[in-house]
């Protein structure tokens, strides 16, 4: 798990998140990289916080030297539109301007498994475990916890998914989960994984935190996930 940290000056926060697939590459959304009002940060804009499930010792200036990480390239997909995240396609690679040492890390951060191929399965009812350091209070950022949070979430059909958001934008490249009375995303989230456990014990993504739907409301709502398994293609692309 890494955390996406803005290098920019008046505005070093960190704001996503995001998972190490190998030594060289975290996978993220594509709304972290391409903002809301249609800027796209560059690789220096940004930095990674890794090895630690405490977000404060970014700031701490001895410690940051062996946690906080350098990009050298952003990639994020052809197709995401900065206007519309719930068309889809909101997935992005960082590349690092030097590959982490998991052998100095000691197991504190190690590369998550992608799922092998693309599948049809819904994984209805299956518990998605997240992870993030997003907001716990929606819209409080004195909310916003030192340590790294975890949650499982269930799994529910898109077509359940889009009864509930009442709307038809969940196309098939996401997946959704809801808990009655649980967990949703909240800011802060953005970019983090979703894993599943495979038959053969080990867990999976399958899930890139994408955006939570509230409509106004108290009630719990879905939270909304890019689909790995239908980015791998991307994902090998742009790796190499």
Same mark, same amino acid.
């Given at each position: 798990?890494?955390?996406?940290?803005? #290098?920019?000056?008046?505005?070093?926060? !960190?704001?996503?998140?995001?998972?190490?697939?190998?030594?060289?590459?975290?996978?993220?959304? +594509?709304?972290?990289?391409?903002?809301? =009002?249609?800027?796209? !940060?560059?690789? $220096?804009?940004?930095?990674?916080?890794?090895?630690?499930?405490?977000?404060?010792?970014? #700031?701490?200036?001895?410690?940051?030297?062996?946690?906080?990480?350098?990009?050298?390239?952003?990639?994020?997909?052809?197709?995401?539109?900065?206007?519309?995240?719930?068309?889809?396609?909101?997935?992005?690679?960082?590349?690092?301007? $030097?590959?982490?040492? &998991?052998?100095?890390?000691?197991?504190?951060?190690?590369?998550?498994?992608?799922?092998?191929?693309?599948?049809?399965?819904?994984?209805? $009812?299956?518990?998605?475990?997240?992870?993030?350091?997003?907001?716990?209070?929606?819209?409080?950022?004195?909310?916003?916890?030192?340590?790294?949070?975890? +949650?499982?979430?269930? *799994?529910?059909?898109?077509?359940?998914?889009?009864?509930?958001?009442?709307?038809?934008? *969940?196309?098939?490249?996401?997946?959704?989960? &809801?808990?009655?009375?649980?967990?949703? *995303?909240?800011?802060?989230?953005?970019?983090?994984?979703?894993?599943?456990?495979?038959? =053969?014990?080990?867990?999976?993504?399958?899930?890139?935190?994408?955006?939570?739907?509230?409509?106004?409301?108290?009630?719990?709502?879905?939270?909304?996930?890019?689909?790995?398994?239908?980015?791998?293609?991307?994902?090998?692309?742009? *790796?190499?």
């Amino acid at each position: 798990m890494g955390l996406l940290r803005k #290098n920019i000056k008046r505005e070093n926060a !960190l704001y996503c998140g995001g998972s190490i697939i190998d030594a060289s590459h975290i996978l993220t959304a +594509a709304h972290c990289i391409k903002l809301e =009002d249609g800027k796209v !940060l560059h690789a $220096k804009d940004i930095h990674i916080l890794v090895g630690t499930n405490n977000r404060v010792l970014a #700031n701490d200036r001895h410690r940051a030297v062996e946690l906080v990480h350098a990009v050298s390239k952003v990639s994020y997909h052809s197709g995401y539109r900065h206007k519309d995240v719930g068309h889809g396609d909101d997935i992005a690679l960082l590349k690092l301007s $030097k590959p982490l040492d &998991f052998e100095r890390l000691q197991g504190r951060a190690t590369p998550v498994c992608l799922p092998p191929k693309k599948t049809a399965k819904t994984y209805e $009812k299956e518990p998605l475990s997240v992870a993030g350091w997003g907001l716990t209070k929606e819209g409080d950022l004195s909310s916003q916890p030192d340590l790294l949070q975890t +949650a499982d979430m269930d *799994v529910i059909t898109n077509a359940q998914c889009r009864k509930k958001v009442k709307s038809s934008a *969940v196309p098939s490249s996401m997946m959704c989960t &809801f808990r009655e009375g649980g967990s949703s *995303v909240g800011n802060g989230d953005s970019g983090g994984p979703g894993t599943l456990l495979g038959d =053969d014990g080990r867990h999976y993504q399958m899930g890139v935190a994408s955006f939570a739907v509230n409509n106004n409301s108290t009630a719990p709502s879905p939270s909304i996930f890019t689909r790995v398994d239908r980015f791998l293609d991307y994902i090998h692309k742009n *790796v190499k």
